[in-house]
């Protein structure tokens, strides 16, 4: 696996060499994805961090079982199925469920709207509403 710097590609102070190891000792999930769920969302009480983030990463894998990715990012997590969302919603309360569905995962959303308009080249990519899911994990 060759990996090739670009400007802003990686975080800050963190060498190509870096990154491609954390990534081997996560694979198949982002480093990324793992440093949230451990750091971020691990420092709710209600959330355990080692069962928490196995419990979340297992829902996320089920979710994407029928879908042929390489790796498993944040924009990976499917906040429309109900299990991934009630697992993070017990978390930080329900009052963020209609926040979800308002600006993610209704079928009039923001990053729905999104969607449709970047046009027919990125149809089916759905990049607004993956960025909105980064975005939400990261959030927290």
């Known amino acids: 696996m060759e990996y090739t710097e670009r400007e802003g590609s990686l975080p800050p102070g963190i060498q190509p060499s870096e990154y491609r190891d954390r990534f081997m000792e996560s694979y198949p999930f982002m480093p990324e994805v793992l440093?949230?769920?451990y750091h971020r969302w691990g420092s709710y009480p209600t959330f355990q961090r080692t069962r928490g983030v196995l419990r979340l990463l297992s829902l996320i894998i089920d979710s994407l079982k029928e879908k042929n990715r390489?790796?498993?990012?944040l924009s990976d997590f499917d906040l429309s199925s109900q299990e991934i969302r009630q697992e993070l919603l017990k978390h930080i309360g329900p009052e963020y469920n209609s926040v979800l569905g308002q600006d993610i995962t209704d079928t009039d959303a923001g990053s729905k709207k999104v969607d449709v308009s970047l046009g027919n080249a990125y149809r089916g990519l759905n990049l607004g509403s993956r960025a909105a899911a980064a975005l939400f994990l990261y959030s927290f």
Do not use: W
């Open 35 to 37: 440093d949230i769920l």
């Open 70 to 73: 390489p790796y498993v990012s």
